[in-house]
C-alpha cells in the first residue's frame, strides 16, 4: 500500500475499537487454548515485555519492521518478530519500552518515531511473557540505524 495511502487511514484506525482477546483467540494455535484455559496470571507472575509494529516509506510503499531474534538456548531462538523487550524498572510505561528497545535492535531513535495507537495486550505462555504491541511509523525515509532527511 502506498505510504500517503496508510497516513490518511491514521485518524479512523486510531478511532477504532479493537476485537482484542477474540481476535487473539481466533488466531492462537489450538493447543494454546488449552493452556490459556487453564492459566492462572497470579501464580504464573508473567514477565513484562513491550513490541513495536513500525511502518516506514520505502520507495513510496509502506513497510513492516521485522527482526530475526539470535539464536540462543530459548523458546523463542532465531524467530521472526517484531522489535521490543523486557520492561524496565525506569521505563516509566509501555510504549517507552518499545522505543528504547527499539532503539537499541534497530537503532531508530526514540524521537523520530510516532505512537499512532496501543494494541490489546497479550499472553505468551511459553516464555510467560505479557506484551504490548504499539503501531507506531516513521514518516521520513528509513535508513537502518538512522533517519534521513528527504
Not at 8 to 30: D, R, T
Not at 126 to 136: A, K, M
Request: proline content about 7%; hydrophobic content about 45%.
Amino acid at each position: 500500500m502506498n505510504f500517503q495511502n496508510v497516513l490518511h487511514y491514521v485518524p479512523s484506525l486510531i478511532a477504532a475499537e479493537l476485537p482484542a482477546e477474540v481476535a487473539h483467540y481466533k488466531m492462537a494455535p489450538l493447543e494454546r487454548m488449552e493452556v490459556m484455559k487453564n492459566i492462572d496470571s497470579k501464580v504464573s507472575n508473567p514477565r513484562v515485555a513491550a513490541v513495536m509494529m513500525l511502518l516506514y516509506p520505502k520507495n513510496e510503499i509502506a513497510h513492516l519492521v521485522l527482526i530475526v531474534r539470535n539464536a540462543y538456548n530459548g523458546v523463542h531462538s532465531s524467530q521472526i518478530a517484531f522489535p521490543g523487550g523486557k520492561y524496565e524498572k525506569d521505563d516509566g510505561n509501555y510504549a517507552y519500552t518499545a522505543l528504547r528497545e527499539t532503539h537499541e535492535e534497530i537503532g531508530v531513535l526514540p524521537g523520530k518515531i510516532e505512537v499512532i495507537k496501543a494494541f490489546t495486550p497479550t499472553y505468551i505462555p511459553p516464555s510467560n511473557f505479557i506484551v504490548h504491541p504499539f503501531w507506531e511509523f516513521v514518516k521520513k525515509k528509513f535508513i537502518f540505524g538512522q533517519i534521513q532527511e528527504r
